[in-house]
């Protein structure tokens, strides 16, 4: 009989030691699993943040077994190296953060036994990640668990492995569905006892291997969020040792025309991207944050998830399971190519994929994430991309490979030949460029590329909630703003239905070491709800209405945006109802007809209550009007921004600086005025001019960008600008 029993309690924890010895008689301080000791210094931006050695130490005594029995010690998620002390002896070292490891500690048991772990979280060049934009959490910050099995028993020792396998392939057209479920022994047993839908079948162990053949008619489909119907597959040895695990039958397809299909039918991949981590325990999550993660998620009406950027708790991937969720799984290979990381590379993926095989949910797996952005595309690179991908397929032949592709990576790399399905990361209204830009970049990339499956798996817009303005802009830290950029990007993916999954970046804030902006140290600021899960932004209600078709609501956006100084006022309401009615203080203004999106203008004078209905739903904000900007909405202090060159006459048929870099400079007069502005800026820049000589993919983005743009994000001032305009409109197109 199998006997799992945590060992979260009692354990010391010690910042600074030596050796094991040493740690093991420190003071240290008292604490419970989950633990890691980057929940407040990882997530507030000073420069106490602590990456380096810690320790764990607990002591325990000898547990209740038979004297044939095999005792294991589990570790669910150590980050990131770990090296375990047992009894005074080195017993394991493991590298990766975010995987399951196990520890047979049989032999070397006593009556009383002493487990020290030593935890790095320091810089190196073997251990992915090492560069990235979230924070690296240091600790045992997921279950340890104590295992006691009979002397044979279902395998425990290779990468994690749960021992048993289930591989299901649907026949939609006979709704069948044949179902090859796998099983590792460890010892000798004549047989295994495999029951699935409640039919057992015995088959013979050969080499520590043993697999049974299933048919299932009539089966029933884990069907997305409509029906997330799971089976359960168990496998029995006469030791007495049992496990099982739960599966889902179903069938999907990416057309690269048509997008996702699941069970025969197009199924919209439409959601978001989520770290693990909460404000104040950094990533030591209970079940409870995760349950409470999930709410959220259903709430709004999200059909996938891209779980970033690195194997995820079990416990989620399960909710996953049983929620409906399609999940893109990957590995943390991020940022930034690091030529003495391959094996470790290959370990992780390893792992997550033996770990993770028998989810449904799970449909594809993440080589890497902007791997060039820090890194050139070279042959060192390639291979290790090549090995991942070819290990991905050796261990699975049912899910696809795929990549988060950095948006300066060039659309004919050679990189991009590697993955099954590719994904592009672009933020252009936002890091730079205009909003359009996402749009062009798509269809030129589909025009191009007609046969190659492309999605979306970053965009985004930080926001501060308590940032707030009339004329939202980019990069201000409005709420406002973060409204509007999403509105965009919700109607560009609409209109791209074959766009395979588009992910938001992100769902909730979280934390990275390395920020100080939009008013907050130590956190993106990207999510659609805030790190404490306490506050939904405005942007978390335009997708809801867009995607949440069950449950009616209307939102009335700008509820932190109380004082107004504008004598018209617009107000905004995202609803999944048809007609949204407004109200102000009391009386009827307007009704609208539409969808997601309705935009009211309202006088206002004093204190006014407005409210929205739509059904039998309502939402209600208070506004007032008021003689200045309220400049606790500001991020930054500055003058108002003076559209001048909209308020001058131009001439059409002449250049100007809204036109696009790469029209101005296909005109050799013009073209030859931005070439020595170019130059000039060179001579004062050196490093930036060289990364866009070097960086043809930048070239091509910054062509797509009007100049007045390309001016205002590198600083230009108003006078310089105005006369590089007057210069132009001498020019004719």
Same mark, same amino acid.
């Not at 002493?114 to 959490?137: E, G, H, R």
């Not at 797509?704 to 210069?727: F, H, P, W, Y």
């Given at each position: ?19 094991? %010895? ?9 604490? $419970? #699993?989950?633990?890691?000791?980057? =929940? ?16 764990? %130490? ?55 036994? #002493? ?46 492995? *749960? ?27 004549? &047989?295994?006892?495999?029951? %699935? ?27 997305? %969020?409509?029906? !997330?119907?799971?089976?359960? =597959? ?12 739960? @599966?889902?039958?179903?069938? @999907? ?15 919209? #991949? ?7 981590? @909460? ?80 989810? !449904? ?5 993440? #080589? ?96 501060? *909630? ?34 395979? &999954? ?36 405005? &942007? ?18 700008? $509820? ?60 209600t904000i208070s506004i007032r009007k008021v003689a200045e900007p309220n400049d606790d909405y500001i991020f930054v202090k500055r003058a108002p921004v003076t559209n001048w060159f909209d308020a001058d006459e131009l001439d059409p048929e002449c250049f100007s600086i809204n036109d696009k870099l790469a029209d101005i400079k ?29 960086? *043809? ?37």
């Open positions: 009989m199998r006997k799992l029993s945590t060992m979260n309690e009692n354990w010391k924890f010690v910042k600074t030691a030596v050796d094991a %010895v040493s740690a093991a008689a420190a003071e240290g301080e008292a604490v $419970s #699993l989950p633990h890691t000791w980057n =929940a407040i210094d990882g997530q507030d931006g000073g420069n106490d943040y602590h990456r380096g050695t810690c320790w764990y %130490v607990k002591e325990f005594t000898k547990p209740d077994k038979k004297d044939s029995d095999r005792v294991y010690i589990e570790f669910l998620g150590a980050a990131m190296t770990a090296d375990v002390y047992f009894n005074g002896e080195n017993v394991c070292h493991h590298e990766g953060g975010y995987s399951t490891f196990r520890i047979d500690i049989t032999e070397k048991l006593q009556d009383n036994n #002493l487990l020290v772990v030593s935890l790095d979280n320091a810089d190196n060049t073997t251990v992915y990640p090492q560069k990235a934009d979230f924070t690296f959490y240091g600790g045992l910050y997921r279950n340890v668990n104590m295992i006691i099995v009979p002397e044979t028993h279902f395998a425990l020792d290779y990468c994690g492995t *749960p021992g048993i396998k289930v591989t299901p392939v649907v026949n939609l057209d006979a709704k069948i569905a044949t179902v090859t479920v796998e099983a590792w022994v460890t010892g000798s047993a004549p &047989a295994v006892d495999f029951t %699935v839908n409640g039919e057992t079948i015995t088959t013979p162990v050969e080499h520590e291997h043993a697999m049974a053949v299933f048919t299932i008619e009539n089966v029933h489909l884990w069907d997305g %969020v409509e029906d !997330p119907y799971l089976y359960t =597959a168990q496998a029995a040895l006469e030791s007495g040792d049992k496990i099982s695990t739960r @599966f889902g039958c179903r069938e @999907f397809k990416i057309d690269p025309q048509k997008g996702f299909f699941l069970n025969g039918r197009s199924y919209l #991949l439409r959601g978001v991207s989520r770290h693990q981590d @909460f404000k104040g325990v950094g990533n030591a999550l209970t079940l409870e944050h995760h349950k409470k993660d999930m709410e959220i998620i259903k709430e709004l009406g999200a059909t996938t998830l891209r779980l970033a950027h690195y194997q995820h708790a079990q416990e989620f991937y399960d909710l996953c399971d049983e929620n409906g969720l399609i999940v893109w799984a990957e590995i943390p290979y991020i940022t930034m190519h690091m030529k003495d990381g391959h094996a470790n590379t290959l370990s992780q993926m390893e792992e997550l994929i033996v770990q993770n095989y028998n989810h !449904p949910s799970i449909i594809c797996w993440g #080589l890497s994430n902007e791997i060039t952005a820090a890194s050139p595309v070279n042959e060192d690179l390639l291979e290790n991309h090549h090995l991942l991908n070819d290990l991905c397929h050796k261990l699975d032949a049912t899910r696809p490979t795929t990549m988060a592709n950095v948006f300066m990576l060039e659309i004919d790399s050679p990189i991009l030949e590697i993955p099954d399905i590719n994904s592009y990361n672009l933020y252009f209204g936002w890091y730079l460029g205009d909003l359009e830009q996402n749009d062009e970049f798509f269809d030129e990339y589909h025009e191009k590329y007609p046969d190659r499956a492309i999605g979306f798996s970053e965009y985004g817009a930080d926001a501060n *909630p308590k940032y707030q303005s009339t004329t939202p802009e980019k990069g201000d830290y409005t709420e406002t703003y973060q409204a509007v950029y999403h509105e965009h990007m919700l109607k560009m993916i609409e209109e791209r239905p074959w766009l395979w &999954a588009t992910h938001v970046w992100n769902l909730f804030d979280f934390a990275a070491d390395g920020r100080d902006e939009g008013g907050k140290h130590g956190e993106n600021q990207k999510g659609l709800v805030t790190i404490d899960r306490k506050t939904k932004k405005d &942007a978390f209600y335009l997708y809801k209405a867009a995607w949440n078709k069950k449950d009616a609501f209307v939102h009335l956006c700008g $509820s932190r945006y109380v004082d107004r100084a504008e004598d018209v006022t617009e107000v905004k309401v995202y609803s999944n109802q048809p007609a949204v009615t407004l109200f102000v203080d009391g009386k009827e203004a307007e009704t609208k007809e539409g969808r997601i999106v309705f935009t009211f203008s309202i006088p206002i004078a004093g204190e006014h209550k407005v409210e929205a209905k739509a059904g039998d739903c309502t939402d296909a005109n050799p007069q013009a073209g030859a005025i931005i070439d020595q502005m170019m130059a000039k800026g060179a001579s004062e820049r050196g490093d930036v001019a060289d990364a866009v000589k070097d960086n *043809p993919a930048l070239q091509r983005m910054m062509g797509r960008m009007t100049l007045v743009s390309l001016l205002k994000q590198g600083g230009a001032d108003e006078e310089s600008i105005k006369q590089l305009n007057r210069i132009l409109q001498g020019i004719k197109k």
